[in-house]
């Protein structure tokens, strides 16, 4: 190391950046909610900014959680949930609601607590 520091802000602005400003996303997407992109959409999200692209590009062809997409890209969660309502809403990536609306509460707790163990192996 050169003994310089990094400047925290530096954290702070870049997530600010990418989504614009914007905290909420355009459509409410749950963490395990499942997310598949076409080869087709790959190639047009180059034209979308380099972390939609990176996102389209792991989903090609493999269905990606949201929390997985966010682990992946390591970008914050609320980030990586803008841009993939974003990428939703453009039809760049499409959406496959993992749970019923149905299911019991105590199932879909399971469900998160092995994504987040999954999550922490990585």
């Not at 870049?14 to 959409?41: C, F, H, K, M, N």
């Not at 509460?105 to 998160?112: N, S, V």
């Amino acid at each position: 190391m050169d003994g310089r520091r990094e400047d925290p802000r530096g954290a702070l602005v870049r997530p600010y950046a990418v989504t614009r400003g914007r905290t909420e996303p355009r459509q409410d997407i749950a963490l395990e909610a499942v997310l598949v992109a076409s080869p087709a959409a790959v190639v047009e999200s180059r034209f979308a900014g380099h972390d939609k692209h990176r996102i389209a590009t792991i989903c090609e062809g493999r269905a990606q959680s949201l929390a997985e997409i966010a682990a992946y890209t390591r970008l914050p969660l609320g980030v990586a949930r803008v841009l993939v309502a974003d990428m939703v809403a453009d039809s760049l990536l499409t959406l496959h609601n993992a749970a019923p609306p149905s299911e019991a509460y105590e199932e879909r707790m399971e469900l998160l607590e092995r994504v987040l163990s999954g999550l922490r192996r990585l």
